[in-house]
């Protein structure tokens, strides 16, 4: 088993900060990505920020600029950095990583139950 488990959502005022966090436990050998993706209500889930072991990062338009996206690989964890929060960002946010597992050698792809971010004055 592979578990992801997010942290750091909150209510926060427009031009606000949040630092969301996400540790991936469990039967882990190698994670290749580790991402963040949202979903506000009644719209699609939409890829926030992510970022491979090598490196790569990649924002969403509507964030680029705002937020950052980073990890630590010694810890199997990833962190979002969000700045100038505004009503749009109101969403719950998902980690995602892409895990190879210790007892199978498998690759798979895991999510984290989310965690609420509401951008409100």
């Known amino acids: 088993q592979v578990q992801l488990v997010e942290s750091g959502g909150d209510l926060v005022q427009p031009g606000g900060s949040l630092r969301l966090s996400c540790v991936a436990s469990?039967?882990?050998?190698?994670?290749?990505?580790m991402g963040w993706y949202r979903q506000a209500l009644g719209k699609q889930r939409e890829l926030v920020a992510s970022?491979?072991?090598?490196?790569?990062?990649t924002y969403g338009d509507s964030v680029q600029g705002r937020f950052t996206i980073s990890r630590d690989n010694a810890k199997n964890s990833a962190y979002l950095q969000m700045n100038s929060l505004n009503f749009e960002d109101t969403a719950v946010y998902y980690c995602n990583a892409i895990v190879r597992r210790l007892s199978t050698n498998a690759w798979g792809d895991y999510w984290g139950q989310g965690t609420r971010v509401t951008v409100s004055s």
């Open positions: 469990g039967d882990i050998s190698q994670i290749n990505f």
């Open positions: 970022l491979t072991t090598g490196g790569t990062t």
